[in-house]
């Protein structure tokens, strides 16, 4: 039988933390075996936010280092970058055409800015067209994604009605994927942890970074359980073991950071080594990405011929 399709991308915006990979980046390890997975750097969406030139490559090597330190493996997964095929801006514009501003407005990310009277750019207010072109090129089953991408994943779904019910079924329409356990990640200080709140912990820390910011979590507790320390140690560990664990130090808040430190550390540091080693390749890393964009636009043209037949533009 073949295999499902799933695809998912990472905006290349700075380095990865603990929310990104248990909301999200866990998932593609899980799912590599299982399914054809496309893994995207998602360069085109992140120019909406980083607008130099030399942070941009340094933050796609970046996420190119953190795919393949967390464990995706190149032989089983189709690691690329947006820009590297065209077929998504391509695809990303017929969409709009299709696309009414009343129905992009209600993105919660374009309203969130809105609300922040923030000057929106026209690449964050059609954000959601191109990531439905990312997602509908590859013929996408499943997406799988951290809950605030959901809906996202719903424009990719009604993009597809839209277009199938104009020119006929042309694409599929993709499911999301979302962990259910860990359906947000909190930070040091108890909200949802974002790089934007600067309350992360990173996911390639360094030991005494992995200190800095567990001393830092803030310590609101119940019944003598510190919760943020609490919440952030559920993801290394068992529910009820911890539970234990927790009620036997109640109140020795210190005992129990530095418990989450040696947790973290022990989490942490294959995946560290295992990334400065890649750094020490990166011709090698770069090969990958360049085979990768090769597989990828193979598929997304010959997509991208059907639309094209589809609209009326190719003769
Ligand atoms: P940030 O909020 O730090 O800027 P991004 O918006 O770049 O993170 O998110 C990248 C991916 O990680 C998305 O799929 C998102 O859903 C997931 N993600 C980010 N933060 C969290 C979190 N705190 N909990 C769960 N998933 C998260
Ligand atoms: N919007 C996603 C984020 O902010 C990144 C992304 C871009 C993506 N294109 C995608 C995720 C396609 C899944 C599928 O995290």
Avoid: C
């Amino acid at each position: 039988m073949e295999k499902k399709i799933a695809l998912s991308g990472v905006k290349p915006t700075g380095a990865p933390h603990l929310g990104n990979y248990f909301g999200a980046m866990k998932q593609f390890v899980e799912l590599q075996n299982d399914y054809e997975f496309y893994a995207m750097i998602a360069d085109y969406h992140a120019l909406n936010f980083i607008q130099n030139a030399e942070e941009m490559q340094k933050n796609i090597l970046g996420v190119l280092l953190d795919y393949l330190a967390i464990g995706l493996d190149p032989r089983k997964v189709t690691i690329f970058k947006q820009s590297d095929v065209p077929e998504h801006t391509e695809l990303a514009w017929i969409f709009d055409t299709i696309t009414t501003v009343p129905y992009l407005k209600r993105s919660h990310a374009f309203k969130d800015a809105e609300a922040k009277n923030k000057e929106i750019n026209v690449g964050t207010f059609n954000y959601p067209m191109l990531m439905a072109a990312d997602i509908l090129l590859y013929d996408t089953d499943i997406v799988p994604v951290g809950s605030d991408q959901k809906q996202h994943v719903e424009y990719a779904r009604d993009t597809a009605e839209k277009f199938n019910r104009l020119y006929g079924k042309t694409f599929k329409i993709p499911e999301p994927m979302i962990l259910k356990d860990v359906a947000t990640v909190p930070g040091t200080d108890g909200q949802k942890m974002s790089k934007s709140y600067g309350n992360t912990i990173p996911l390639f820390a360094e030991p005494e970074e992995i200190k800095k910011y567990v001393m830092g979590i803030v310590t609101d507790s119940v019944a003598s359980i510190p919760k943020n320390v609490f919440a952030i140690h559920a993801l290394l560990r068992p529910d009820k073991e911890l539970r234990f664990l927790y009620h036997a130090k109640a109140g020795k808040y210190k005992e129990l950071k530095e418990m989450l430190i040696e947790d973290l550390e022990k989490f942490i540091a294959p995946m560290r080594e295992q990334r400065k080693a890649l750094a020490r390749d990166i011709p090698g890393a770069l090969g990958i990405l360049k085979e990768g964009g090769e597989k990828a636009k193979r598929v997304a043209e010959r997509k991208m011929a059907e639309i094209r037949k589809k609209i009326g533009v190719s003769l």
